[in-house]
């Protein structure tokens, strides 16, 4: 494929930009190729020029979106401290929650649907690098370094416990009153106990 030019690059950059306000606030289904023309400031046919249509924008923002949710779990070391290792793993976690909602929305939204536009990928480079982990994590406990625990269920619970304050941040600031991002540094204090506790020896 022939490299884009600085122009190009910029366009197509604000075209995934504005792709992803609108898909993260109506999901695949609510989201039109008008909405994102209107967002990005772009006329519909520019941005049929850069992509097929509605699908392969969304496609380009999963597999960007994929790729950076799975770097934090590709720097889970084996020959690092394994608690040290897995609560560096849950700050991570929570910092993308912060800094990256409305990313999260849009993986939280593909999944609820079933993931129709991207179960190849959760099949194959999110299976295999969890199944990874997986086996980082089971070595550590048969070694007695930390609690026996089902190292799958840990990483789905990570998940769990991150994500939630990027998919339900209207509830959480309605709950706590929070107004800036400050709940997000009481957040990562208690998710380092709870999770240390739970896999000290």
Do not use: C
């Not at 990256?100 to 480079?125: C, H, K, T």
């Not at 690098?129 to 089902?150: H, N, S, Y």
Request: hydrophobic share 40%; charged share 25%; net charge neutral.
């Amino acid at each position: 494929m022939k490299p884009q030019t600085r122009i190009q690059s910029e366009k197509t950059e604000a075209i995934l930009e504005a792709a992803l306000d609108v898909f993260s606030t109506h999901g695949f289904r609510g989201a039109t190729l008008d909405q994102i023309a209107e967002a990005s400031g772009l006329s519909k046919p520019n941005i049929l020029y850069y992509f097929e249509g509605k699908a392969a924008i969304h496609r380009a923002l999963l597999n960007r979106l994929l790729d950076n949710w799975l770097a934090p779990l590709r720097e889970l070391s084996a020959d690092g401290d394994p608690l040290e290792e897995i609560t560096a793993y849950v700050k991570r976690k929570l910092e993308m929650a912060r800094d990256y909602p409305r990313e999260s929305r849009l993986f939280a939204n593909e999944i609820v649907q079933g993931a129709p536009r991207m179960r190849d990928q959760i099949e194959g480079p999110l299976k295999a690098l969890v199944d990874e982990k997986a086996e980082v994590i089971r070595g550590w406990t048969k070694a007695g370094k930390i609690a026996p625990l089902d190292p799958h269920h840990l990483i789905f619970s990570i998940w769990a416990t991150t994500q939630h304050y990027a998919d339900f941040d209207v509830q959480v600031r309605a709950i706590l009153g929070a107004q800036k991002d400050g709940h997000f540094h009481d957040a990562a204090r208690y998710l380092a106990t709870f999770f240390t506790k739970a896999l000290r020896p």
